[in-house]
Structures are given as structure tokens and as C-alpha cells.
């Protein structure tokens, strides 16, 4: 399926739609040639983001005529006082840090008079329908989502519809949405330099990632192992546990010299199926977590992992998050956080 790259025209209606929201125009808009000059575009988008804003119900009037397009009080309900963090999980469901991140991010948004809500669609990790994306729009109404690993399909939505949004995790290529996510191009890079030192060759490492985000992490096949090992070196794992020890096992009869994880509870279950056939790190071969939490740090022998501070993190959404409900934040921006390297005791020679 081709990807369409939003206009823009979308880009310029998401930013006006902001404005709107944050009372900066009042119950009226600037003229055209005012708005291309704020906004640093032509007037033709400038006409077309109205145009497309009009669809909504937002706006109506003459969009070439100067402060002609007000608010429709008939069609036009404010945004609520809030911002909603959406996912594919139940709360008690989210993975550590972003667990850890939703109450600091209550706190702040409370004492600017905002709340934080979840909301929880089934499967928007691996897709979404317009309709109920669209339902979901109309139940919350909010003054920003927060997208947390939500599929392309329904960042693409997002886009499409101008609106005020922050995705937590991957996003699309070809999308101009604000993002903070981790870095880990930078962690592979840093990896590939560890494996260069313990004389660990590309082909000698397998990755384990979550079936259902084998096309999520791309970047992080791409980075890590050359275009010939990609499909026969990354491994999908199933959710199921008994199935998931099967496919672990099957990964450790290709007797791989480092097994690299995209989630801290797949190298728990690894630890616990190279225990079970007698097989030690680094000894028998090295395991590497791209992914920290509180279990991980507690395991015997520590796991090599990449970590990711709480603080770094909630500074990098809480700017972001400020900035998108004052309007001021660009489509392409966000921010990348640099993971730290825990050596741990589980990469380094054989012996």
C-alpha cells in the first residue's frame, strides 16, 4: 500500500485549528494574506486549510475575505480541558516508563487546570478505522492526544484531520507529526562498537522482537544487521508463554554468539531458557536488552541493557506537550532521548 504524504495544506489547518483553540483569533480569523505571512506559506494553502477546516464544522464564512471565517457555535464545541493518552493498552498494562511517566505528566498538566485521560482501542498498535477513531474524537474532544505506539494508519488520521497530537514511540516516515521517542539508531551504533570488541560478527547475532511490531522496529533491523541477514536473522516472538519458550529455544539451536532484544521480558525468558539448558552468559553467548525495567535490573547475572532516563524523557513530553497546546510546536519536531548503556555481565568473549 502507497503511503500519502499529508499536504500542506493539513499541516497549515492543524497549526490554525491550535491557534483557534488556545483563543488566540477570538471568534474571528485574519485575512488571507495575514494568515500566509504568520504562517510563512502562500495564500492558495492558506485558502485550502480553511476550506478543510470549513469541512469539519469548525469554521464557516467566505475564506477569502478578510476576518469572514468565524466559529460555527452550531457545529463548534470547544475542546474539553484535557489531553488524552491513547493506546492499544489498560493502564495497568503500559510497560514501565511510560507507567512511570503518566502520573508526573498528571501532575504537570493539573496545575496548568488540564487532565490527563486514557483511552484504550484495541489493536491501534497494529491498525485502526476511521470510524472509530472518529467516535473515539467525539467522546474525549481533548486539546491534545498523546499517540502511544499507535499504528501508522491511525497517525495517518491524526494528520488527516488536523488534529493537536504528540506519538510517544515510532512514527511513520512520511508523516510530519511531533514525536519523542528513544534513539535507538544511537544504541545500535554503540552496540555494533561493542561487538566489534568482543569480535562478535553481524551474522553471529539474532534479534528478538514482538511478532505483532516485526514491521514497528525496521530501523532497528536496518541498523543492525547488513540487507542480506534481515529476514532470516530477526525473529518474531509470540505472546503465548509456551510458545514463546518454543521459539526461544528454536533461536538458541542456531547457537547465535549474541541474542539482542527489543523488550526486557524477552531477555528475561531468555535467561530463564538458557538456565534451563544449562547455558550461561557471557560464556556460552551474550544477551543484550534494548530495553531496561526494575525485573531486568534485578536478574543475576545483570543483563547488558540500554536504559532510559525517567527524568530525560518526562523533560523531553512536557516540552513538546506545552508547546503543542500553545500552538508553537512544528509538525516535524520532538525530540530523540539517548539511551545509556548498562554493561551489565552478559555481553563480552565466550570462555
Known sequence: MTLR????ASVAAAQIRASIEGGEWGDRLPGG??????????????????????ATGLLVGSTKSARAVRRSDAAYRPPSPKVVFLSAYHVEELEELPARLAPRLGRELADDGLRLEFARL??????????SLEALRRLHNPRAWILYRCSPAAQRWFAENALPCLVLGSRADDLALPRIDVDYAAAIRHLLGRMRAFGIAPAQALLLTPKERLAGHVLTADSLLPPELRESHV?????????????IDAALDRRPRLVVTQRALHAKAVVARLWARGLRCPRDLSLVSLQDSAGLAALRPSISRYTVKQAALFGAVTRC?????????????GKLVLPDFVAGDTLGTPY
Open 5 to 8: 504524504r499529508p499536504t500542506l
Open 33 to 54: 494574506r495575514e494568515l500566509a505571512r504568520v504562517l510563512g506559506i502562500s495564500r492558495p494553502v492558506v485558502y485550502q486549510a480553511l476550506k478543510e477546516l470549513e
Open 122 to 131: 484495541a489493536k491501534v498498535d497494529q491498525g485502526a478505522s476511521p470510524r
Open 235 to 247: 525473529i518474531g516472538l509470540d505472546a503465548d508463554a509456551d510458545i514463546l519458550a518454543r521459539e
Open 321 to 333: 506537550l506545552g508547546q503543542l497546546l500553545k500552538g508553537n510546536l512544528a509538525p516535524n519536531s
